[in-house]
């Protein structure tokens, strides 16, 4: 399975899953089921991987979620995706969901008009994300959305190309987060919940 850590080469075929379907090393061919617990586990490490979180952070949004009022997988997706470095990945400003972490872990993205340097902030409707007022910002964020040229961003944000501007319109949409990614939440519920 694909989780475009690389960024564009898991697009070409110079991606690891493309070239060999199996893990490097003697023991990649492993032909015994996984149990019940190994899928769930499973799921949960693959969206923490797609995401670049760690466990104390995994934690801390499945409780976000499990305190609101509708269904706990969907609004733990919601919350990831509303992470920042995520959304100036979705914007196109980086080409990989680590490159964005480091552009705004240095100072390079401004969230309304201010300098942020935590990527784990969760934005709101109405949260203006651009790159940093100095011009090694403003290369860095151009040469990244020149690099994801191709990528569509999602209906839940509207990107300004002249100015490089982008805004989050509103909550994500669980069709478009499901649609690029072949993760059951169910299954990530059931394993954090006991």
């Known amino acids: 399975m694909k ?6 080469r898991c697009d070409s075929p110079q991606c690891a899953i493309v070239r060999r379907e199996y893990p490097p090393g ?9 149990s019940d617990y190994g899928t769930r586990i499973r799921e949960k490490q693959r969206l923490k991987r797609y995401y670049g979180l760690l466990e104390r952070q995994f934690r801390r949004y499945f409780e976000l979620a499990s305190r609101g009022t509708t269904n706990t997988g969907e609004e733990l997706l919601h919350l990831v995706e509303r992470r920042l470095d995520n959304v100036v990945y979705r914007l196109g400003f980086a080409v990989s969901r680590g490159q964005a972490r480091q552009l705004i872990g240095h100072g390079h993205i401004a969230l309304n008009g201010k300098k942020h340097t935590i990527s784990s902030a969760l934005v709101r409707a109405n949260d203006v994300i651009s790159p940093s007022a100095r011009a090694r910002s403003q290369d860095l964020v151009k040469n990244g959305r020149e690099a994801s040229r191709g990528r569509i ?3 839940w944000l ?8 982008g805004m989050v319109v509103g909550p994500p949409g ?5 649609e690029g990614l072949p ?12």
Request: hydrophobic residues 35%.
């Open 174 to 178: 669980t069709g478009e987060i499901k």
């Open 183 to 194: 993760i059951q939440e169910q299954l990530i519920v059931e394993i954090c919940s006991r």
């Open 26 to 34: 003697m023991h990649g061919w492993r032909r015994s089921k996984f």
């Open 153 to 155: 961003v999602p209906s």
């Open 3 to 8: 989780l475009f850590l690389k960024g564009a």
């Open 158 to 165: 509207r990107l300004d190309e002249t100015e490089l501007r």
